[in-house]
Each structure stands twice: as C-alpha cells, then as structure tokens.
C-alpha cells in the first residue's frame, strides 16, 4: 500500500435502512472498480451526474480518477462487499479554501443516505486541509442532489445560470448540521438495531437434532416462544431438526433470511458469515464463543469487517441470544431454559449468563422485557446502538444495562443523557476494584480511578447506578410501575414500631428525609387509628390494624402536599389478612396522582398477587422483603426525578481566548519531543491563553538572578524548583515559602540546588498570595472516557483528604455548577460557620475554562492546578504543572462512523 495512503480515514458506516458499508479513500488500483460501477449506472444517473451521455471511461481518465494526493484532490469510494458503488470527490487549486465536490451513487443504493455520509466524510477530511467552503454544479431536475446539501444541514446557497444550480456552502460544523446529523446517525443506528430484533424469518445455523445442544435449544425456543415469522434449522449433517426439514447451508435456503443465529464452532464462523453474506442476509446473532475472549481477537476483528462490510450488524460473539416480546415477532433466540415474560424494560447484558438469570428473577417480580440483548464480546453492536433503538421504541420505558466495559463513553454520556429524560436508565457497571486505578504522576491523575470516571459519566448523563443486580431489579420494580416521585420526602405507614424506625433509618441513610407529619394530617389521623398509634411519621397503626384503617391512613399521607412518596409496611399479625391488606393499598394507590408507593410485607410467604394487578393503566404496587431495599430503591428514583428537573445547560462561549497562541505553544513544545512536561512559565502561558488567572512568575537559573527576580515582584515571595516534571516538590525541598529579602532568596536558592542538583531545573519565584481556600483543579485523560476535569479541596494533602469530584467534557455551565457543590467540603466555599462566602463563580468560570482547554488541546494528558486559592473576590491558580504527547487525531472523529471492531 502507498506510504501516503490514509488509512486513518476509513470507516464502516451505517446507512439510513439500517446497512452498512464501507468508506475508504480511493487508491491507484481501483481503476477496475470504478470501471464497473460505471458500467452498472443508469443512462439518466450518468446524465445527471455528467450533463451529457457519455462513454466509458479511458484508462487515461481512470488514472486521473484514481490518482489522488489525498490533500488538494480527494475521493472517498464505498464499498460494499468487493464492489465499489459510490463515488464522492472533490478539486481544488493547490492550498485553495474553496473545493468543489462530486457525487455518483449506483442506482440501486440511491435513497439510503449515502452520499449524505460520504459528505459529511468528505468534509471532515477537507477541513483537516484548509478547506472552508465545498461548492457543486447541479440539474435542476437533480432533486435527489439538492436534497444531499439541503438534509446535510450546512447553509446553502443557490443559484441558478446557464441552464445549471450553482451550490455553495460553508463546511464548517453549525449547530444546525451538528443536530441534523445526530439525527440521521438515530435513525440509522436503531434501523440497524431493528433488523435484528424485528426480523421477519430466522435461520439457525448449527441447529442439532439432539435437545440440549446450544443449536437445537436455540431452533427449539423459536418454534416454541411462537416467532411470527419462519424459522430454518441449518444443518449439514442432518436432513430434520425438531421435525422441521434442514438445509445443509444457509445459501440452501429457498427463501429469504433476514436474520441469522450462528451457534457452529468458532473455526467454521467465518465460511458461515461469508455465506450469509452471499445469501443476503441482513444481521448476525453469534452465540459461537472462542474469539477474543479466548485470545483470538484478530479473528473477532476480522469476523466484524466481514460482516459489515457485506451490510450486516453482528451482535456477539460468545453471547446467549436476543429476544424480542412483541407479539407481531414473538422471538426468543435464546438458549434459556425458559420464555421469556412481555413486558416495558429493554434489557442489555454483557454477561449472558447473568442476563438470562436475571430475565428469570424478573419474571418472577412480574417485570417482563420489551426486548434483550446479550452483547457478548460487543464486537460490534453495543449499548450505545441499542440506547438508539429503545429511544423510539414504543414498548420500552425502562431500560437496563449491565456492562463490563464502554466502546465510546462520550458518545454513551450523549445518548444516555438524551434518552435518560423519557425513559430511566438503570445501570450494574462491575469493576469498582483499586486494581484498575491507572498509575499517574501528579495529583490529579492519580486521584482519577476509571470507577470514579464510570460515576461521573453516569452522573452528567443521568444513569442510575447500582451496586448490586439485586438493586437493578429493586429499582426496576420502582420505575416500571411507580412515578418518579416529586421530592425526597417520605411519609411511613406500618403496623408495628419496630420496622418503622427501620425504615426510617434506612430512608435517611439512603439519602431521603422522613419529616413530621403537618398538624393537619395528624389530626384526621388520630381522628379514626387506635389512641395507642403514632402519628408523628413513621405512622404505627399498631399491630390490631385492620385493612380498613390502612386504606384511610394511606388516602390521608397522600393528601398531604408535604409527602412525596409513601412506603407501607405489613407485619401480618393473626387478625389481619395480608390478602386484605394488599386490597387496601392497592384501592389507596387510585388517588396517589404523581406519588410513588411502594410495600414491604415482612412475611416468609410470597409477597400478594393482588399487590402486581395494575392499579391503573401504568402501575401496580412494588413488594420488598425489607424496607432497606425499599428506601435504596425509592432513593433511586427521587435522585433520578430531580436530574431530569435540573436545567440541561450548556457550554457557555466564554471571552478572552487565544487559541492561536495556545496551540503555538503545544505544537512548539512537541517539535522535537513526543511527551513532555511544559516548563512552568510554558505551563503558565497556555493557562492564560484560556483566560485563567494565575500567579506572576518569573525563572532563575542563580541565586543572583532569582533574587532580582524577587526585588521585581515584590517581597515576600515563594521560591520554587522549576522542573516541570517535579509532581511533588514539598516532599524533597522544592518550595520555600514566606522569603522577605533577597539574602533570604540567595540563602534558598543554594539549600534547593544542594538538595536537588540536576533535577532543580533552575527556580521559579512568585509573590505570596493572599490567604484563601486551597483547591485543586486537574485534568487528566482517561484511556477509554477521554480528558476528566477534576475538582477537589487542594494543597499538599489533596491525595491524603481525596474529596475530589470529575467531569467529562465538553463541560457545561451545570457540570462546573454540581462540581463545586459535590464535595464533602464544599460548605467551606459557601459561607461555613460565619466566615464569609468564596468567590463561587469565578471558581466556576475557571472550571469552564480548564474544561474548555481540555476539549480543544487532546496533547494536554495531565495538567495540574494546585492549589487554586479562592477568595472572596476572585481566584487565582498558583501551581501549574502540564504534561503534553503527541496525540494522533482521527481526521473524521466528529462524523458518524462505527467503532472499530473491539
């Protein structure tokens, strides 16, 4: 292959009908795949795309086509399976900012958006070259072209001579494109999602005739589970499985598949892939397992290209299946032991062997599934496609998620954030372990395990985390059958005192507050409980209650406008009936509106069938064994109802920038070097290229000259050693503070350089600050989540105090806002005990300023502000330590792509 071929810009793309294909820069030898796509357009698609009929192209032509210097001439092609059937171009004079572009499409691929994405491509590559603005000659009877610039969302400008539409746009991304396209990349991903869970005849390949093998379960629960549609059994060594006739191939076949389950040994996955891709088929479910979870992940990787590359999403390998409950598909190709029970929860599971417990211990607290998914290996399809489907899903309004590992967590954040506002996202994320926590030199990154970055995604995007599977069907229960309730305050209705106070002790140490019944409410409750109740809240009805009384007791907690969620909890004594009980809190919940109830029965019998009929058309009543559970998971569900009330907010375009500048001194910095940590006043410069403030400091090489540097300043000052790549400069002499003579800065400059000797890196002098809060205020980049802002209390004992929080970028003006306000400590900063209250909003434009530089400079890998002093008016950062690397950016980052192959 050429030297100066780009590889970097080739992608797996997903289409508007859920295909796929692949894009790729084009390459000398492609003359014979441009000649037969040429030889397969229409004569009017040659006309629209050329003016006039013309012929075949010359080989001299086809050279020219084909000859690119990837720079000032570019062409993107896609390819599906080995044939080219799109073209995209464009031509500029050498270092021009205007292009112009060209499209031809194969007439059968026309209308599933893909010369929408080669656009998006197209540009993306050309801004990394200079180029700002794309133009094209068009037919005016060339709808489906227009169409192309009009959808893609730049802002196009018309105009029409000589019988041809002149196109001009900006390429630069607008808001407007950036939306447009997020739009496009959620109807095709859930399409893409759609035809594996709503295909419309099946064929399972490696279906055995004996039961118990994975195929033959597989083929079995098909027919059994009642999929609408037929179902193939594949079999080379078997003429009937299950009674149904087999084919030996998949190509065998006479029908159409859409959907293929693969359930043959790893070895022959390929050759099976490979005739499913001949054969037409749209997607792959591999339980097959042996692939990187074994070592093999060069086959998995090649197994993806396979697939996609013939316009197929693969979900696996080494899964359990999927299942789709909807009765116009009925599909359960699973090899689970049982059906799988209808329901509102979209369920994803990396571990296919918790996914299927787990279906099996929803069922049993009737929560049923819309859909399920064992991603396996997540080879290809992940949680992030699958939160695009359930997005529009109409029969998914809750979803679960238990994951080992992220593809694309920005991407997630995005998506989780948008789908979390309609539909609750409760999430297992397994590793919390210090075993993971990434070794790192300075503060920050150390202070940044990948568990903490997991809990700050979760937290910007509106995810429920849980520790527990437990707690993920806990708090299913919750939000599939109750309402988010409107606060924290919860009203405790029980027969007997003890569980009472239980209840409240893990309700406020769950986060809630149990507050004093109003005097209204407990007066209309001693007016018909028994004079030996207690009103106060938790209510103990005592134990003589009768099922009558707590159909009253529950209608007036509910009145009241200071409860916002009711828990109700049953002792069974010998004169009440639980079943009576039950009928009672289920008549009471007519009236609960907007309020959540949930029960707990503290009985070693099954909680009462009654407690799961549906109050109304959206709920049925919650049963816990005990009320800790119960308090956990209503939490759950006040933390998420309070996350969709806050404002969504957004990156503010802050003043006083100098990007030029600061890329300057990144790129001057890593001219000669791969990875470096920037020298203190380097470091100091590119903070102010962002508008944050930071302390005057000057360099020394001597004694002399640092303190005549200090003279300059002003006395007293602080004399520091001037390594960058020195984290920790306390612990080994590196900082004298308080210095009020230049004797005295003399004095320090020879103990640090005894001290220190070749790792001093000469000194950095700056004045004493005035006395503040000590912050510290970080980023560092995450191997999978990207940069981190990190916010925490500062100084030397940051790392012993560890009351810190993190950020994903980009940062909004709500991130900065619930950062400040995160820690334990975070009262200090707001007026603690009579003194006076911190600058709190200069700290958050600093926060948005650090998150910003973060965004837009990916070689900053560590950088380090410790402490940041905030004041009463104002902050000011005086430590300042940046490491920078040479980061190679994907040229088509921020267009839609697929993830390569895990």
């Known amino acids: 292959m050429d030297e100066h071929y780009p590889a970097a810009w080739e992608s797996d793309v997903v289409l508007t009908d859920g295909g796929t294909v692949h894009l790729r820069p084009i390459r000398p030898t492609d003359d014979a795949g441009l000649l037969g796509l040429f030889s397969r357009l229409s004569s009017e698609t040659i006309y629209m795309r050329f003016f006039s009929p013309v012929q075949a192209p010359t080989d001299a032509q086809l050279a020219h086509f084909t000859h690119v210097d990837y720079e000032n001439r570019m062409a993107l092609v896609a390819e599906l399976g080995d044939a080219i059937v799109a073209v995209a171009r464009y031509d500029r004079p050498p270092g021009a900012e205007q292009a112009e572009v060209a499209f031809t499409v194969q007439d059968d691929q026309q209308g599933r958006g893909l010369a929408t994405i080669m656009l998006e491509h197209l540009a993306a590559v050309g801004r990394t070259h200079g180029v700002r603005t794309f133009v094209a000659e068009t037919l005016p009877n060339n709808r489906r072209m227009l169409g192309v610039f009009r959808d893609a969302g730049f802002q196009v400008v018309r105009e029409f001579a000589d019988g041809v539409v002149h196109v001009t746009f900006p390429i630069d991304p607008t808001e407007t494109s950036q939306a447009m396209q997020d739009e496009r990349e959620q109807i095709s991903e859930a399409r893409s999602v759609r035809r594996l869970l709503a295909p419309r005849s099946i064929a399972v390949v490696g279906a055995g005739r004996r039961p118990g093998t994975i195929g033959h379960e597989v083929f079995r629960n098909l027919l059994e589970g009642g999929f609408t549609g037929p179902v193939y059994p594949v079999n080379p060594h078997a003429d009937v499985v299950a009674s149904v006739h087999a084919y030996?191939?998949?190509?065998?076949?006479?029908?159409?598949?859409?959907?293929?389950?693969?359930?043959?040994?790893?070895?022959?996955?390929?050759?099976?892939?490979?005739?499913?891709?001949?054969?037409?088929?749209?997607?792959?479910?591999?339980?097959?397992?042996?692939?990187?979870?074994?070592?093999?992940?060069?086959?998995?990787?090649?197994?993806?290209?396979?697939?996609?590359?013939?316009?197929?999403?693969?979900?696996?390998?080494?899964?359990?299946?999927?299942?789709?409950?909807?009765?116009?598909?009925?599909?359960?190709?699973?090899?689970?032991?049982?059906?799988?029970?209808?329901?509102?929860?979209?369920?994803?599971?990396?571990?296919?062997?918790?996914?299927?417990?787990?279906?099996?211990?929803?069922?049993?607290?009737?929560?049923?599934?819309?859909?399920?998914?064992?991603?396996?290996?997540?080879?290809?399809?992940?949680?992030?496609?699958?939160?695009?489907?359930?997005?529009?899903?109409?029969?998914?309004?809750?979803?679960?998620?238990?994951?080992?590992?992220?593809?694309?967590?920005?991407?997630?954040?995005?998506?989780?954030?948008?789908?979390?506002?309609?539909?609750?996202?409760?999430?297992?994320?397994?590793?919390?372990?210090?075993?993971?926590?990434?070794?790192?030199?300075?503060?920050?990154?150390?202070?940044?395990?990948?568990?903490?970055?997991?809990?700050?995604?979760?937290?910007?995007?509106?995810?429920?985390?849980?520790?527990?599977?437990?707690?993920?069907?806990?708090?299913?229960?919750?939000?599939?059958?109750?309402?988010?309730?409107?606060?924290?305050?919860?009203?405790?209705?029980?027969?007997?005192?003890?569980?009472?106070?239980?209840?409240?002790?893990?309700?406020?140490?769950?986060?809630?507050?149990?507050?004093?019944?109003?005097?209204?409410?407990?007066?209309?409750?001693?007016?018909?409980?028994?004079?030996?109740?207690?009103?106060?809240?938790?209510?103990?009805?005592?134990?003589?209650?009768?099922?009558?009384?707590?159909?009253?007791?529950?209608?007036?907690?509910?009145?009241?406008?200071?409860?916002?969620?009711?828990?109700?909890?049953?002792?069974?004594?010998?004169?009440?009936?639980?079943?009576?009980?039950?009928?009672?809190?289920?008549?009471?919940?007519?009236?609960?509106?907007?309020?959540?109830?949930?029960?707990?029965?503290?009985?070693?019998?099954?909680?009462?069938?009654?407690?799961?009929?549906?109050?109304?058309?959206?709920?049925?009543?919650?049963?816990?064994?005990?009320?800790?559970?119960?308090?956990?998971?209503?939490?759950?569900?006040?933390?998420?109802?309070?996350?969709?009330?806050?404002?969504?907010?957004?990156?503010?375009?802050?003043?006083?920038?100098?990007?030029?500048?600061?890329?300057?001194?990144?790129?001057d910095a890593l001219e000669s070097v791969e990875d470096v940590w920037l020298a203190p006043e380097v470091a100091s410069e590119l903070c102010r290229s962002f508008g944050i403030p930071v302390a005057p400091l000057r360099h020394a090489d001597s004694a002399a000259t640092a303190a005549a540097a200090a003279e300059a300043l002003g006395f007293p000052v602080a004399l520091k050693a001037g390594a960058g790549a020195l984290v920790h400069k306390t612990d080994v002499g590196g900082v004298v503070l308080g210095l009020r003579s230049a004797a005295e800065v003399s004095d320090a400059f020879d103990a640090m350089s005894a001290a220190l000797g070749d790792k001093l890196g000469g000194v950095v002098v700056q004045p004493m600050v005035e006395a503040g809060i000590e912050t510290i205020v970080g980023v560092t980049q995450d191997p999978s989540f990207g940069p981190l802002v990190l916010f925490g209390m500062g100084g030397v004992g940051a790392e012993l105090i560890r009351d810190t929080a993190l950020s994903l970028v980009p940062l909004t003006d709500v991130d900065a806002s619930d950062l400040v306000r995160s820690l334990r400590s975070s009262p200090l900063l707001f007026g603690y005990r009579g003194a006076p209250p911190a600058d709190v909003a200069a700290l958050e434009d600093l926060l948005l300023r650090i998150g910003l530089l973060a965004d837009e400079l990916p070689q900053v890998r560590e950088l380090d502000c410790n402490p940041v002093v905030v004041r009463t008016d104002g902050v000011i950062a005086i430590d300042i330590k940046i490491r920078v690397a040479r980061t190679p950016e994907h040229p088509t980052a921020d267009v839609r792509r697929l993830r390569a192959p895990a």
């Open 248 to 667: 030996p191939t998949v190509l065998a076949v006479p029908d159409v598949v859409d959907l293929a389950v693969v359930t043959v040994p790893a070895a022959s996955v390929a050759e099976v892939v490979q005739q499913c891709a001949d054969k037409g088929v749209h997607g792959l479910i591999v339980i097959s397992a042996g692939f990187a979870e074994r070592g093999s992940a060069e086959v998995e990787h090649e197994l993806v290209e396979l697939a996609r590359r013939h316009g197929m999403r693969l979900v696996g390998p080494n899964g359990m299946g999927v299942v789709n409950t909807h009765p116009d598909i009925s599909m359960n190709a699973t090899f689970a032991p049982f059906q799988p029970v209808r329901g509102q929860i979209g369920f994803a599971s990396q571990s296919g062997a918790l996914g299927i417990e787990l279906l099996g211990q929803a069922a049993s607290l009737g929560l049923g599934v819309s859909t399920f998914v064992s991603m396996g290996n997540k080879a290809d399809v992940s949680g992030n496609d699958l939160l695009q489907y359930w997005d529009h899903d109409p029969d998914t309004n809750v979803i679960l998620l238990y994951l080992e590992s992220f593809g694309n967590p920005r991407k997630f954040a995005r998506l989780a954030r948008r789908v979390g506002h309609s539909k609750p996202i409760i999430a297992v994320k397994s590793g919390r372990s210090g075993a993971g926590t990434r070794a790192a030199a300075s503060h920050t990154a150390a202070l940044a395990s990948s568990d903490v970055a997991t809990d700050a995604l979760f937290r910007q995007a509106g995810v429920i985390r849980v520790d527990t599977l437990a707690e993920l069907l806990d708090t299913a229960q919750v939000l599939v059958h109750q309402p988010l309730p409107p606060g924290r305050r919860v009203a405790i209705v029980s027969n007997g005192g003890g569980p009472g106070i239980l209840a409240s002790d893990a309700c406020e140490g769950a986060g809630l507050e149990v507050p004093l019944l109003s005097a209204e409410t407990q007066a209309e409750l001693r007016s018909f409980v028994s004079p030996d109740a207690s009103t106060a809240n938790p209510i103990d009805l005592i134990a003589a209650a009768t099922a009558a009384t707590y159909e009253r007791a529950l209608r007036t907690v509910i009145a009241d406008p200071d409860v916002d969620a009711i828990l109700v909890i049953f002792v069974p004594p010998l004169v009440t009936d639980s079943d009576d009980v039950a009928r009672a809190i289920v008549a009471a919940a007519s009236a609960a509106g907007p309020k959540p109830i949930v029960a707990c029965f503290l009985t070693q019998a099954n909680a009462p069938e009654i407690l799961q009929v549906e109050v109304d058309e959206r709920r049925s009543i919650p049963c816990f064994t005990f009320p800790e559970a119960a308090a956990v998971a209503l939490s759950r569900a006040a933390g998420h109802g309070e996350w969709r009330r806050r404002p969504e907010g957004s990156v503010p375009d802050l003043p006083g920038i100098d990007r030029p500048n600061a890329h300057r001194l990144v790129a």
